[in-house]
């Protein structure tokens, strides 16, 4: 579980966190969502400790990582994988040497070791065949695979995806958003994914805060979400003339409501065809 509490950051006399708490759950992909510019990525960074936060307290697994020794947060750092925005793989080194990279570092096993966990990795990751190739030889969506498996290779208990899906097709972005739900629940990690796709929120959305300008505007799951009544959430979440009919579908069908409309009208409306079977009574 990781807690944070009351994170402020600034920078100069610009403050871009201001006052976010949230508990976020193993086994689940905490989204944090919000539009460019709202703070994801900067408090993704104060919780994985890239940067320090002026205020407030990050909180793993009930240890208050913010005040810890450095020696106690390399400890904690070791139980992080991290996703960066736009992969960030070494240009210079293989897939099977950017995966291993960690293990390097981390541990002290040998290279046959290394290999063999890289290996099942890169198979987790569907990259099977893939070890010997540069990242410029591969696709983008291999790419943010080839990142997942080096996030993933140290067993973390902390996944920290940010903008996993950007650069992506709907459906290459659909197989990486499932990737990742697949791996939360099977290593039971606690995920927190920076996103602003659509998709991601409604499929993945266990636990979602919605950013607004630095502060948390909203918090809730993806079902909530089709009920919230934040404007600038429903804005920014919906866009789309098209979102919008889609969210009051889903809006519909949580409710009942459709069957009960449908009932309606096959009652008001003589003749007409009927989707849904009379009631019993009748
Ligand atoms: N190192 C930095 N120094 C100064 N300001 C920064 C720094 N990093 C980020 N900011 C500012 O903090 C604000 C939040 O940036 P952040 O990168 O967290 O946005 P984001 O929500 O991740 O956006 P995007 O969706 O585009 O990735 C922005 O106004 C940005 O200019
Ligand atoms: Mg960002």
Known sequence: ????????????????????????????????IGTSGSGK???MKCMVGLFYPDGGNVIYNGKDFTNMKNDEKTEVRKEIGMLFQGSALFDSLTV???????????????????????????????LSDTNKKYPAEISGGMKKRVGIARAIVLNPKYLFCDEPNS???????????????????????????????MNSVMENGDYIIYMYDGRKEWEGNKKEIIFSKSQRLND???????????????????????????NMARLTDEGAPTLVPPPDEE
């Open 236 to 262: 920014f979440i919906f866009a789309s003339e098209f979102l919008k009919d889609a969210k009051d579908m889903r809006m519909l069908e949580e409710t009942g409501k459709i069957s009960n409309e449908r």
């Open 167 to 197: 650069g992506l097709d709907p459906q290459t972005s659909m197989v990486i958003d499932r990737l990742i739900r697949d791996i939360t629940q099977e290593y039971q990690i606690t995920t927190v994914v920076n996103t602003h796709d």
């Open 41 to 43: 990525t900067v408090l």
């Open 96 to 126: 099977e040497q950017n995966v291993m990279f960690p293990l390097n570092m981390f541990t002290k096993n040998s290279y046959r070791d290394n290999l063999k966990r890289v290996n099942e990795v890169l198979d987790k990751v569907n």
């Open 1 to 32: 579980m990781i807690e944070i509490k009351n994170i402020r950051k600034t920078f100069g006399d610009r403050t871009v966190i201001e006052d976010v708490s949230a508990v976020m759950q193993p086994g689940q992909c905490n989204l944090i």
